[in-house]
């Protein structure tokens, strides 16, 4: 089982370009996450979905959107890249679908440098 | 607000005992996890606690006092493939995650 692949793996952009981080489960889990990990702090919820269909913002969605259209995918979109965007990327998934705690698993991460 | 702490690395050595420690602040509370990361991967799930107490897999044992804020993490037996940053993790009154900066622990032989 692949679990949640990610993709691409790295990524150079320069800024003002848009790009799509893509996730894609096969778990058929509820809930799937984005996340941002800086050196020196922790991971950082950007936007998450309950379930399909639905989507909110974490702690950091400035420069972010994302769409949840089926159970399996969940894109990352940035509009108009920034160099403080420069981050690796995880994606994560749960069984649960909000109002209670699951375990999340995680992708393999898209590491992104923004020029 | 709200807050984890955690250690920013810490040494021990092949074969030794280690306890990483991570305390928090939290709106609410509805467990907490560890997480494994090597460097360059994703995290991995190691443990989650919600009642106070200490919960024991293998090597790895997760301590938890909800009245403290307070967990630890011990790792027995220490091997070199458990250098890696250790994940501390709060489930908060929303059921959000809120994660600590994690502890980078080295192994030396």
């Known amino acids: 089982t692949a679990g949640i692949t990610q993709a691409p793996t790295s990524q150079i952009l320069a800024a003002g370009r848009s790009m799509t981080l893509r996730c894609t489960q096969d778990?058929?889990?509820?809930?799937m996450y984005w996340y941002r990990q800086d050196l020196g702090l922790g991971l950082r919820l950007i936007h998450y979905s309950n379930t399909a269909g639905t989507t909110g913002k974490g702690e950091v969605p400035d420069g972010y959107s994302v769409s949840r259209a089926n159970t399996d995918d969940f894109p990352l979109t940035l509009a108009s890249a920034v160099p403080s965007q420069t981050s690796v990327y995880f994606c994560?998934?749960?069984?649960?679908?909000?109002?209670?705690?699951?375990?999340?698993?995680f992708g393999p991460g898209t590491r992104l440098t923004v020029l | 607000g709200q807050n984890i702490d955690q250690p920013t690395e810490m040494t021990a050595t092949e074969g030794a005992i280690v306890q990483i420690n991570c305390t928090y602040q939290?709106?609410?509370?509805?467990?907490l996890f560890w997480y494994q990361q090597h460097a360059g991967e994703a995290p991995t799930f190691l443990s989650y606690?919600?009642l106070d107490g200490l919960e024991e897999k293998g090597r790895f044992s997760s301590f938890l006092s909800r009245s403290k804020g307070y967990s630890y993490l011990l790792l027995k037996e220490l091997q070199m493939k458990d250098s890696a940053s250790y994940l501390c993790a709060v489930t908060d009154s929303n059921y959000q995650l809120i994660w600590g900066a994690g502890t980078k622990l080295i192994i030396k032989p």
């Open positions: 606690n919600v």
């Open positions: 994560a998934s749960s069984d649960s679908s909000g109002g209670s705690t699951d375990t999340q698993y």
């Open positions: 939290t709106s609410g509370f509805n467990g």
């Open positions: 778990m058929r889990h509820n809930a």
